[in-house]
């Protein structure tokens, strides 16, 4: 496949190549790492689908060789102690116990005589668990209550076979009491719990609260562009480029929230696309994405937008004190010339005057028009004169241009919005409002110093 992203939910990956990229990841996994190396607290919070699991499963990967790195996954479970009993017995500690063990076998009462008369060291082990207090006997037999306090008690044995690490996943506000007891035990272990954010702001006990704080890395809003390229780039390098400013759009908009939601629209997507393009041929797919980001006819498409603006002027008449909306552009005499006006109307006893321009190659090709519309200040219908209050542009280019208000949409939304999201739309204009709004406050402030 082109993308190679999972089909399956990020907890049941496996650590072994974690991806985990983007600056922010990075800079977020090793503050996690000198948390470990300094055996303290890390809290990592943030909404579903963040990568608080892709993290912790990242260092499972980096850690675990040489250290105890146990993985507690709390999903559906109720106490913290249920998953680490499910967990603890994959780790060989009882081998790594009777190596220990064999080196004091003597005062565990083996002598030379019960090896002489055939009693192995593993069955003299088992008679022997209730007798003597050592943690590497404790650990051989697991002779611990399977509750907290047995946790507990075991951890602080297994200290002395290694150095164990605890990431605790999926916290819930239910978990925190115990989360609570498990970091005040003791321990001098590095622990990294990961919570969603619902959670966190559940937590009503200000200790427990503090000292989650006091190491928290916070996932929400914690992407950037360079990141999102890079995880673009570790699941679909040959399409990236193209699939890039698809996934932006998306992104700024807020119709992509999420890291897990970015992998879920792709391979959506691509699912769609590879279907098209049977033979997965790069060429075929690359056409097939950029048709997201380019119109079919930018001077058509310019005059069907103006239209579906036109109505909803419309209909936000009432929100917006918009008294008139001429039914299509307006023809207007200017320094001896005649241009179009794609938009015009009346609010509050005001004229608005705008144009919509598309283009695929990034280029206006009808500037002088747009200039000399920056030069109207006053504007005659139905033989009355109304002052000009804004001149705008809608475009999916990004320009500047002196007394024009710009609009820009990007060009994937302006297709969506083509086809049928008047939502879209409706918010789109209502950022033109603010910017209106703007106007007016600016000015009322500039008569307010004279």
């Known amino acids: ?85 499910t967990k603890v017995i994959s780790f060989n500690l009882k081998d790594k116990a009777l190596h220990e063990l064999y080196k004091i076998k003597g005062r565990i009462g083996y002598s030379f005589l019960k090896k002489l008369f055939g009693v192995k060291f593993e069955d003299w082990l088992l008679r022997v668990c209730n007798k003597y207090d050592n943690p590497y006997l404790r650990i051989y037999c697991m002779n611990y209550e399977k509750d907290f306090d047995g946790m507990i008690n075991a951890l602080k044995d297994i200290k002395m076979l290694g150095n164990p690490i605890l990431l605790v996943d999926e916290v819930r506000d239910k978990h925190m009491s115990l989360i609570h007891r498990l970091i005040n035990a003791g321990l001098e272990i590095p622990i990294v719990i990961a919570m969603p954010t619902e959670a966190y702001s559940k937590i009503g006990d200000l200790a427990i609260r503090r000292r989650i704080e006091e190491s928290r890395i916070p996932l929400d809003d914690a992407l950037t562009p360079e990141d999102i390229k890079e995880i673009v780039e570790a699941y679909c390098k040959e399409i990236s480029e193209d699939l890039l400013p698809i996934i932006l759009t998306l992104w700024n908009s807020k119709e992509l929230t999420t890291v897990s939601s970015i992998l879920q629209f792709i391979r959506n997507e691509m ?161 033109l409002f603010d910017q209106f709004l703007s106007i007016s406050t600016k000015k009322e402030e500039n008569k307010a110093i004279v």
């Open 1 to 85: 496949m082109v993308c190679e992203i999972p089909r399956v939910t990020v907890t049941t990956w496996s650590s072994k190549g974690v991806i985990l990229v983007g600056p922010t990841y990075r800079k977020y996994l090793e503050k996690a790492l000198n948390a470990i190396k300094n055996k303290e607290v890390a809290s990592v919070v943030g909404q579903p689908g963040m990568g608080k699991t892709t993290l912790l499963k990242k260092i499972e990967e980096l850690t675990k060789e040489n250290n105890l790195t146990m993985y507690l996954d709390l999903a559906n479970k109720e106490q913290i102690h249920e998953e680490f009993w």
């Open 271 to 431: 699912d769609k696309i590879e279907k098209i393009c049977e033979k997965r041929e790069l060429e075929c797919i690359r056409g097939e994405l950029r048709k997201y980001i380019s119109l079919k006819n930018p001077e058509v498409d310019s005059k069907e937008f103006e239209k579906r603006v036109r109505d909803l002027l419309v209909n936000i008449s009432k929100e917006y004190g918009i008294t008139y909306v001429h039914p299509r552009g307006k023809r207007i005499e200017v320094n001896g010339k005649s241009i179009v006006a794609d938009i015009f109307f009346i609010a509050e006893g005001h004229a608005f005057l705008g144009n919509v321009v598309f283009s695929n190659d990034g280029i206006i090709h009808n500037d002088e028009e747009i200039r000399l519309l920056s030069s109207i200040n006053e504007i005659e219908h139905e033989k009355k004169i109304y002052k000009v209050k804004a001149r705008f542009l809608i475009s999916n280019i990004d320009v500047h241009l002196d007394s024009i208000i710009t609009l820009n949409i990007p060009t994937l939304e302006v297709v969506k919005i083509l086809n049928g999201d008047v939502f879209l739309l409706e918010e789109r204009i209502k950022l």
